[in-house]
C-alpha cells in the first residue's frame, strides 16, 4: 500500500476573489467558508486520513475555532504565508514580515510553531529565490511552494518528482512538490476535476504529494458577488473564476474515497522520517539561473 502526503490550503474563496475583484467589503468572512471546512474534515476521518493544513493567516483570524478544531482532530498545523500576496508581488522585507505573521497567529491558534511552509499560488519562482533563505531563517523543515504545472508562471527549472533537500545560504530543508507526472500535474484538486480517475491513479508514487482547497469538498456551487456598478472587465472574471471552479466538484471526494482504498493518507509530519530515509541521500541547490542542480 502507497503512502501520500495530504495537503489542505486553508483559505476563504470567496474573500480572495473579492478581493481580486475590488470589493470594498472583501475583508468580510464568507458563511460559505465553515461548511466547506466541516466537509473537508469529515471525509479525512470517514478515510482514516490525514493531513497538513497549511493555514493562511488572515482566514485564522476569522476562524480560530475551526483551525483548533482541525488540530484536534489530528491534523497537522502550517503556514500558507498572511495575505495571500504571491511572493514575486512582494519586496524580501515585505516577505519576510508577511512569514513572521503568519508563524505567530498560527502559533497563537494552535499553540505550536508551524514546520512547512507553502507560499499563495506556488510563487517561490526564479525571480524570488531568496525566499528560501527566508523560510529557513524563520525554522521552517519544510517547504511545499514547488509545482510543476503550466499554471504557474516563470517556475524554477528542473523540480524533481520526488521529495528533496535543498540547500540554501543559511542552511537547509526539505523540499515536497506537489505531484506530476510528466507534463500533467496531477497532484492539485483543479486536476482532479478534469482528469480521468485512472490517469491520476497512474501517475502517483510513493510520497507523492496531493494539494485540495475546502470548497472543492462542500456541495454548494461557489459564486463571487461582484462590486456596485462592476466593470465588463470584473464580470468576466467573476464568471470565469465560478466556471474554472464549479465544474466537476463532486469528482474530487470520490476520487479521494477511491484512491484511499489503496493509499495511506498521511500529513507531512507522519511521513518525516519515511521521506528522509528514501530522499535523503541526496541534496540539490538552486542556480542563479533558478535551475535546480
Ligand atoms: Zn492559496
Known sequence: MGT????????????LVHRRLGRADWNRPHPAFAPQV?????????????????????????????????????HEPASHGYAHVRVHEQTREEFRRDLER?????????????????????????????????????????????????????????????PYRLRVAGGELWELPVATWGPLPIGGGSYWRLLPARVIEHGLRDLS????????????????????????????????????????????????????????????????ADIVRHHGSRSRSLSEGGVLV
Open 4 to 15: 501520500l502526503l495530504l495537503s489542505i490550503d486553508f483559505e476563504d474563496w470567496h474573500q
Open 102 to 162: 503568519s508563524v505567530d497567529v498560527i502559533e497563537r491558534a494552535t499553540g505550536s510553531r508551524p514546520t512547512a511552509y507553502r507560499a499563495p499560488a506556488f510563487s517561490i519562482n526564479r525571480q524570488t529565490p531568496w525566499a528560501y533563505d527566508e523560510v529557513v531563517a524563520a525554522g521552517f523543515r519544510s517547504d511545499s511552494s514547488q509545482y510543476d504545472s503550466p499554471r504557474v508562471p516563470d517556475r524554477i527549472d528542473g523540480i524533481p518528482d520526488d
Open 209 to 272: 504529494v496531493l494539494y485540495f482547497h475546502p470548497y472543492e469538498f462542500a456541495p454548494a456551487p461557489l459564486r463571487a458577488e461582484l462590486p456596485a456598478s462592476p466593470t465588463p472587465r470584473q464580470r468576466a472574471t467573476a464568471s470565469a473564476r465560478a466556471l474554472w471552479r464549479n465544474s466537476g466538484r463532486g469528482l474530487v471526494a470520490s476520487r479521494l474515497r477511491q484512491i484511499a482504498r489503496s493509499h495511506r493518507l498521511v500529513s507531512y509530519d507522519q511521513a518525516h
Open 38 to 74: 466541516n466537509a473537508v474534515l469529515d471525509l479525512l476521518d470517514e478515510l482514516d486520513a490525514r493531513a497538513t493544513f497549511f493555514f493562511l493567516g488572515m482566514t485564522v483570524e476569522n476562524y480560530p475555532e475551526l483551525v483548533a478544531e482541525a488540530v484536534a482532530r489530528g
